[in-house]
């Protein structure tokens, strides 16, 4: 009988040894980050759909390695939670709800939250000064039927207890914690708006998918690019990140380096996973520590975002040194639910911190030619590039704008980050409108483009480079017909004498006083004495594009004044050296014969995107330009275009094509759209198949 005692004994020792040999989601954690942590994030007890807490059928989740209890609920559902965030100390969570508009907070060991007032919570960041902790939100949402939440401006106030400081006395006393508002000029999006540690910086959206870094003492902004859930390191070394479009990868930017220079840094190569989709990407309070969610696996198609699912768990990943990949990932849920929205908090005592970098917003600026437009005086619209400059600095901060012309019809961005007008045209009512509401009131203007023809032949009929739309009237129009440049006013045309137009040319037209000169490479072409142009109406909106032209804009500036020829000159000078430093693409052409195809998804399965690429893998028969020297290859091409699927999108398996192609990575345009990939083959480099199917849009420059 003993021996049967000292198995029994025997077994209970192997199997308590393998216990503690055995690493717990806590263990695992706490190794990862350093310190004690804490996790909170959100579990839908529905279908497992509602990625963007959306629905009352949630409840708020919360994890600490340090208190044995693991993943346990923090506030009881079913209601609608979004957003949570634990404050700087981590002994409590703030978040909001959607359904009443009003923002709470509870303790980590409390069992109710308080209400903190209307409103929708961003962030809660302390001031390192007097430890105040200053809670950033929103209160007015914008209903303008985006997938994703836009608001119309960023408040902040002291969150309660305030600690005791003669700083903190003397703040209250000026009344600092009453509601302060810190932007207005854009409406913004909710993820992520985070502060640097000092709290000169913060990410944020204005509004998606326009991404960027708001400098918090000038109130200046600078756009990055285009993307979503952006976030700004907690310390002040000035990473910042960008989501991109296929859900998979940050795109990491620095200060102090020019925005060219910008890497991705893989989030979806979770274990046990086969690079699916990924989601709520939010840095912690610790420089190297971030979470997502995923894998998104429901669905067709590599868009599976909307599916959910309960394979959706929360991750917590560590950044390497160099801030270029994911050192290691920890999978901290495990459950039958959907979770979403993870925040992380790290012991600050565990923090490494990378060195501050100082400066301003500027610091983060992307073109060599930084003094372009040269002249602020008068300037009412600016759209240097995708990346470029296109804000207007008005009086106050409450009166600059930024301008956004949106693409129609299968208009889209080329290499060069501008305007591609291939059958379709971009469009401004906001901006624009602004513009052509001074350019009434001074009954002057001058508009500045850089163009680029398409091909070396001339844009067949009329083409329209830019057009100022007045209640659907053309009231003033720049275009091309048969190699030259014309203007149409009242109904006019008129003729500018100019030389071959087959290269790109820098354009300037000024109006004042009944006079209109026309400026080409900085020399005046002609001179015409107009009849006074009327600018009034009740809708008015820029338009550039159309008329079914190949070719490309961009450097646009709109100024409510004339501007003299030497001011033009200087301008043609700076834009003509940044056309001179354009290089051809690389390309390489094959013969090849579609093996695997992605179907193209339902435009309303990628909202809010209304753009979206499908790849397909071909076997290549034949290297016909270039070097190629793989068996198949990776291409993906556009799929859908101003939310309508292109036609000859879907493809079939056995059809042999020629392509001509250029790497994927070399196109900078398309960093931050949709890109659905079913393919297994995934280590293959990517390329991207340029151009689209002829187009049957109506065309967007009305009649005059």
Sequence with gaps: ????????????????????????????????????????????????????AQRNQLRLMAFDTDDRQGERVLVEGPRNIAKPMLTPDGNRVVFSDRQRREMFMIGWNESEPRSLGPGFALHVWQDPETSVNWLYYTKKPVDDGKVLQTHEAIYRRGLPPYPRSWKTALQRLRGAFHEERIWSQTHVSEDNFQLSANGRYASTVFPWPEAGILDMETGDWHRF????????????????????????????????????????????????????????????????????????????????????????????????????????????????????YPDTWVDPSAHQTAPAVEGTARD??????????????????????????????????????????????????????????????????????????????SGSFSIELTVYPGSTEPPPGEACLAAFDLDGQTAFLLGLRSGQLFFRVHGEDHTVPTPSLHRPFHLVAAYGSGRLTVYLDGEPQMTSLLKPVAFAGHQRRLIFGGRNWEGGIDGIA???????????MAKSTLRTRDMAGRLPPDQVS???????????????????????????????????????????????????????????????????????????????????????????????????EPGVPPSSAGDPVPES
């Design 1 to 52: 009988m003993h021996r049967f005692y000292l198995l029994i004994l025997a077994l209970s020792l192997s199997a308590l040894t393998a216990s503690r040999g055995a690493t717990s989601p806590q263990q695992a954690l706490r190794e990862l980050t350093g310190g004690r942590t804490r996790v909170v994030w959100i579990q839908d007890l529905g279908d497992g759909s509602d990625y963007l």
């Design 225 to 340: 690019g285009r993307g979503c859930w952006v976030s700004i390191a907690p310390d002040n070394s000035g990473y910042f990140w960008i989501f991109d479009g296929p859900h998979r990868n940050l795109i990491m930017h620095q200060a102090g380096r020019p925005v060219k220079e910008r890497w991705p840094v893989l989030v979806a190569g979770l274990p046990e996973t086969s690079d699916y989709e990924v989601y709520h990407p939010r840095w912690s309070n610790h420089p190297y520590i971030l979470a997502v969610t995923g894998p998104y696996k429901i669905g067709e198609g590599s868009h599976r975002l909307a599916g959910g699912g309960e394979e959706v768990e929360v991750h917590v990943g560590r950044l390497n040194p160099d801030y270029t990949g994911i050192e290691q990932w920890v999978k901290v849920t495990d459950n039958a639910y959907a979770n979403f």
């Design 364 to 441: 983060w600026s992307t073109s060599e030619d930084a003094a372009w437009p040269l002249s602020s005086e008068g300037l009412v619209y600016l759209w240097e590039n995708l990346d470029g400059q296109t804000e207007v600095h008005g009086r106050s901060r409450d009166e600059g704008y930024l301008c956004r012309p949106q693409p129609v019809g299968y208009a889209r961005y080329n290499r060069d980050l501008g305007m591609l007008l291939e059958q379709g045209a971009f469009l401004d009512s906001d901006a624009g409108a602004r513009a052509l509401e001074a350019i009434e009131q």
């Design 558 to 568: 709109l100024y409510n004044r004339p501007l003299g020829p030497e001011l033009v």
């Design 590 to 688: 094959v013969r090849g014969r579609l093996i695997a195809t992605t179907a193209p998804p339902h435009p309303d399965d990628i909202a809010p995107y209304r753009r979206a690429l499908i790849s397909h893998e071909y076997e290549v028969l034949e290297v016909l330009q270039g070097v190629y020297e793989e068996p198949s290859i990776l291409v993906a091409s556009w799929a859908i275009l101003d939310a309508q699927v292109l036609e000859h999108a879907e493809r079939t398996p056995g059809e042999e094509r020629e392509l001509l192609l250029e790497r994927f990575d070399d196109r900078p345009e398309l960093e931050g759209e949709r890109l659905a990939m079913d393919t297994d083959n995934l280590l293959l480099d990517l390329y991207f």
